[in-house]
C-alpha cells in the first residue's frame, strides 16, 4: 500500500556532507512513523532515525546522534536525513521505512541507497 524511494546516497569524504531523501507514495494514514535504518556488509542492519510524520518528533542512534538530522515535508509527503561529520563508520546502504502507530514493525522498506564514506 505504501511505496518508498530512497536518493542521495553517494560517496563523500570524511568530514563531508549527505543529505538522503525518501519519496512515500500510495496509501496515506493519519498517523504513522517514518525511519532510517542502514546495514554495512556483513553486519546487522540497524537503527538511524525515525521522525512522527504528524508530530515531527524525531529519534536518533546513540551513533548519529548530534550529526544526523531527520525531517519531513508533508506537504511533498517526503522524510530526509540530513548527514554530517561523516564517519567512515557510516559507510552502509541506508533504507527508507514507514509503519503505522498500530503495528509492531516496520512494514514497508525502500529499495536503498549506497553512502559510502572515504577517509
Known amino acids: 500500500q505504501v511505496q518508498l524511494e530512497e536518493s542521495g546516497g553517494g560517496l563523500v569524504q570524511a568530514g563531508g556532507s549527505l543529505r538522503l531523501s525518501c519519496a512515500a507514495s500510495?496509501?496515506?494514514?493519519?498517523?504513522?512513523?517514518m525511519g532510517w535504518f542502514r546495514q554495512a556488509p556483513g553486519k546487522e542492519r540497524e537503527f538511524v532515525a525515525s521522525?512522527?510524520?504528524?508530530?515531527?518528533?524525531?529519534y536518533y542512534a546513540d551513533s548519529v546522534k548530534g550529526r544526523f538530522t531527520i525531517s519531513r515535508d508533508n506537504a511533498k509527503n517526503t522524510v530526509n536525513l540530513h548527514m554530517n561529520s561523516l564517519k567512515p563508520e557510516d559507510t552502509a546502504v541506508y533504507y527508507c521505512?514507514?509503519?503505522?502507530?498500530?503495528?509492531?514493525?516496520?512494514?514497508?522498506w525502500g529499495q536503498g541507497t549506497q553512502v559510502t564514506v572515504s577517509s
Open positions: 521522525i512522527s510524520w504528524n508530530s515531527g518528533t524525531p
Open positions: 521505512a514507514h509503519k503505522r502507530t498500530a503495528v509492531a514493525h516496520y512494514e514497508y
Open positions: 500510495g496509501r496515506t494514514f493519519s498517523t504513522y512513523r
